[in-house]
């Protein structure tokens, strides 16, 4: 299917790795004129010198760190003006550490919300005056906004936020025609989740590879994601194919989230 994304200019933030990266080779193989950030210049270019190379598309990278606000609309002014404008914006960054509730203080909740909900904020409005009628927005969180996960406090708390935010600005941005959707990752094969896994492997006294083998054992579809499985789902969010999607949550996840709602 053609999605009709050629000649579309597109941010994606934190992309350097993981699903961020992902979307943006996806949208690169689109036809899209993409730019990607990362707090690191260098592992931000690496990545989209390797995506241009793949596919011969052009990507930009730069340096942003989206806990801080300005950078965020330092950033997205400057490409909007070289671009002429934006048609696509994927706010992302980086998850929280994980710990459970007990575990964390005061400081460790006040950089998680600058990190994850605040950002999310801070994109919707350094971005709405550079989107017209057909422009799009898609939010990246995680499953724990439908079932809390214990040692993803900081990043379950926030990341329910950057749901209802989704939500209210399909709202709120429907009559000038800019659609706003959510995207939820299950456990998809990425450096963040290997991660994530090694922390568990730890506390319980196991491997890494016996906590894998018991995360895929409760996804139906028995396995974890390929990021490609969710880039695919979030270039079709963002497409003209999806012109009459907003305010949806889609969840790339191999069934793994039972709930009906």
């Known amino acids: 299917m053609d ?21 943006a080779l996806e949208l690169a193989r689109e036809g899209c ?35 801080d606000g300005e950078a965020i609309r330092s950033w997205v002014d400057d ?6 404008g934006l048609d696509i914006v994927i706010p992302n960054a980086g998850g929280p550490p ?16 600058a990190l994850t909900l605040r950002s999310a904020m801070s994109f919707a409005s350094a971005s709405r005056p550079h989107l017209s009628r057909g422009g799009t927005m898609l939010y990246l969180t995680s499953s724990s906004v439908r079932a809390p996960i214990s040692a993803l406090s900081l990043s379950g708390v926030f990341r329910a936020g950057v749901s209802t935010l989704a939500k209210t600005l399909s709202i709120e941005w429907a009559a000038d025609g ?7 990752p299950g456990r998809i094969a990425t450096e963040r989740v290997a991660e994530l896994d090694r922390h568990v492997a ?9 906590i894998r ?17 969710f880039a695919v789902a979030a270039a079709f969010l963002v497409s003209p194919k999806a012109s009459y999607i907003t305010g949806a949550t889609l969840q790339v996840d191999g069934g793994a989230i039972r709930s009906v709602s």
């Open 98 to 113: 994980a710990a459970p509730f007990d575990e964390t203080d005061a400081s460790a909740w006040d950089s998680a919300y």
């Open 79 to 84: 490409a909007a003006e070289r671009f002429g």
């Open 202 to 210: 730890e506390r319980r006294s196991s491997t890494p590879a016996e």
């Open 3 to 23: 999605l009709e994304l050629a000649g579309k200019h597109a941010l994606v933030a934190a992309a350097s790795r993981g699903l961020g990266a992902a979307i």
């Open 33 to 67: 004129v993409v730019e990607i950030s990362s707090r690191s210049h260098d592992r931000a270019a690496a990545t989209a010198d390797r995506i241009a190379a793949e596919t011969s598309g052009v990507v930009t990278a730069s340096e942003v760190d989206v806990s």
């Open 178 to 184: 800019i659609r706003v959707n959510h995207l939820i």
């Open 213 to 229: 083998a018991a995360g895929e054992r409760a996804i139906p579809l028995g396995r974890y994601g390929d990021p490609e499985e």
